[in-house]
């Protein structure tokens, strides 16, 4: 009796429902109850996400769901046939509305959102709106994992991907045809990146995660029509050029970018260019440089397939008439012979433009003063010329050493740096003048304004150095632990000697906003205490006992290293106190195993992280 007054009961409300909605409304029938989801043709709407809880399916226009019990309940929606859903957040179809021509196991971040829906038009065939259409070549960022729900395309950058209302939607990419991606975590191209050449089902594998990207760049990758013949560096996958085949005419600072990481085998230049090859990222490591072709890399010190940046650089490929006008003249050999580069400014790093190690006589033409160094950024033993020099052997820098030059018009000695030391935790532009201490430089191989750091500074604001951060020097025995956020908290990335560019550091380029320092090689103390942190406040503790026990740390901002706080591969239980999330990972930088937690869980051993397995950690407000 009961089960049949409710059905009784059920069916008098759908005939309100369509007295009430007109022929265009659903009509009254027993495939609208919630026991009619059977895998027959209509739209599925779910009271819970991954389609869980109760089901209501539809096979027509429902201008009210209260009609059907359903009003602002739904928070997953299946297709089934060739039928698109708009779902709207007022009855009557008004309000904004998200479109599925899909299905989708989560409507939160969509533009109806979770337990919004009060209205539902179906449309026959797959209609998704302009700014959704997936087809053709592109970057495809998809809301479900495996490539499912709903889907953008990107052929170009995107500073923000709000504006097609997908931040913190992504869960799996598609790439078509010749193009790549690079994902950030934050929008104008900032925070944690990914970095991909090819389809990715799930981004769960990557430091960016799903549902967190903000921004995207899209690039071109390099096919059998980008080598035109034109000035430029080409770049081949096989010896005597040979293969796939890339061309550059700028810096490359990592060449997964175009799918050519550790691929290139032969290199041809067309053009006044010169091309440096480096092993590592932001041209780092093992380098070799070229002013011509080579059909074989395996001969050089890059060796055959290892190349993962390159520097592109304009040069004279020894054509001495090429250097003209005022200016410091380098050449690379004794009495001005051979290539020759012309300078009227400062160069901090002269493997930049291929000529690191290579100058054997200068020529100054003008009124012009030049300094020569043997390290990078104008540091090492150095040489002042006022006039030509054609041989530098017998000279303090000597031959073939010359690493970094300053030039300034005039004749005489170039101006000192300052001689009076920052104040401790204050320092000031142009305050880095060779004493001990930390280095923060505004660009990348130690150039632009620099502060000296000898004590932490909890916001990079105060000295005029938040998200700008490029490159970082250590001179004397210190530690330098960089945070992403205020007073040491955030992603970070700690240091024990110099490093010219920190685009491939956890930190990330142009991101610090604090700092900590100390004196050794240590790791500087972390901003929330091993023990008494935890006080109660709202925010996600790990402990480093079951039962909440041992040593905790409170946290309300990821962590890529737990190591910075002395509890990696330690944690064993987690307390959350509020309306948050936490994902912990296996492995440094959100990779490897991981175990996501609404609420707390005093012993780690039953789930997929482990107890005493944690290396970095994801949280979020929920």
Sequence with gaps: MRIGKGIFSFLGALLLAAAALGAGAIMAAPTQQAAACDGGEGVYLYEHSDYRGRCL???????????????????????????????????????????????????????????????????????????????????YLYEGVRFTGRCVRYTGDEPDLGDQRFNDQASSVRIVGNYSARLFVDDNYRGFEAILSQSLEDLNATAVGRRRASSIRVGRVGGPNACTGGDGVYLYEHPNYQGRCVRLTADAPDLRLVGFDDTASSVRIIGRLSATLYRDLSATGVSSTFTGDDPNLADNPIGDNQATSLRVAGTTQGDQSACTGEGVYLYEHPNYQGRCLRFTADNGDLRTVGFDDTASSIRIIGSWTATLFRDLSGTGIATTFTGDDPNLADNPIGDNHATSLRVFRGQGQQPSPPTQPPPVGGPVVGACDGNEGVYLYEHPNYQGRCVRFTADNNDLRTVGFDDTASSIRIIGSWTAALFRDLSGTGGGSTFTGDDPNLFDDLIGDNQATSLRVARGQQAPPPAAGPVGACDGNEGVYLYEGTNYTGACIRLTGDVADLRSYHLDDAVSSVRVFGRWSVMLFRDLSYTGASSTFIESDPDLRNDGVGSNQATSVIVRRR
């Design 57 to 139: 399916r539809l096979t027509g226009d429902a201008a009210d769901l209260s009609a059907f019990g359903f009003n602002n309940i739904a928070s997953s929606v299946r297709v089934v046939g060739n039928l698109t859903a708009v779902l709207y957040v007022d009855q009557n179809y008004g309000n904004v509305a998200s479109t599925f021509g899909f299905d989708s196991p989560d409507l939160r971040g969509t533009v109806v959102d979770n337990d919004r829906a009060s209205a539902v038009r179906l449309i026959r065939g797959y209609r998704q709106s302009t700014d959704e259409i997936c087809r053709g070549d592109g970057v």
